[in-house]
C-alpha cells in the first residue's frame, strides 16, 4: 500500500506564510501527479492545484499567484508553499497523489489520499 503523510498545518495571521509536505510512504511508488485539494466548513472539497510529470502545475483561480507547488521526486514529497493567506483560505487540506504502485508480483494504478491537515487564517 501507499500512505501519504501530510505535515505543516496550523494557525496564522492574515498575510502571512506557511508550508505543507506530503511524503508518500510503503511500497515502491511513482507519481505521475500529485497535488493539494482543500475543504472548508461546510464546503465541498476542491482543487488547490497539482504537479503533473513534466513539471505541468495548474492552480485553482483563488490561491493562483499566492501558492506554489512543488516536488521533490526523490523523495516523493509534495509541498504547498502558501503567502499572503486570507481568513478564506481557512480549510482542511489535503494531499492527493496519482501514480503507479508497485509490489512484489504484480503492479496496479492507484489514487491515494491524505490524512488532512488543518490551516486556519485568522484576521
Known amino acids: 500500500q501507499v500512505q501519504l503523510v501530510e505535515s505543516g498545518g496550523g494557525l496564522v495571521q492574515a498575510g502571512e506564510s506557511l508550508t505543507l509536505s506530503c511524503a508518500a510512504s510503503g511500497t515502491i511508488f511513482s507519481a505521475n501527479a500529485m497535488g493539494w485539494y482543500r475543504q472548508a466548513p461546510g464546503k465541498q472539497r476542491e482543487l488547490v492545484g497539482v504537479a503533473a510529470n513534466g513539471e505541468i502545475t495548474t492552480y485553482a483561480d483563488p490561491v493562483k499567484g499566492r501558492f506554489t507547488i512543488s516536488r521533490d521526486n526523490a523523495k516523493n514529497t509534495v509541498y504547498l508553499q502558501m503567502n499572503s493567506l486570507k481568513p478564506e483560505d481557512t480549510a482542511v487540506y489535503y494531499c492527493?497523489?496519482?501514480?503507479?504502485?508497485?509490489?512484489?508480483?504484480?503492479?496496479?494504478?492507484?489514487?491515494?489520499w491524505g490524512q488532512g491537515t488543518l490551516v486556519t487564517v485568522s484576521s
Open positions: 492527493n497523489a496519482k501514480g503507479r504502485a508497485y509490489y512484489s508480483d504484480y503492479a496496479e494504478s492507484v489514487e491515494v
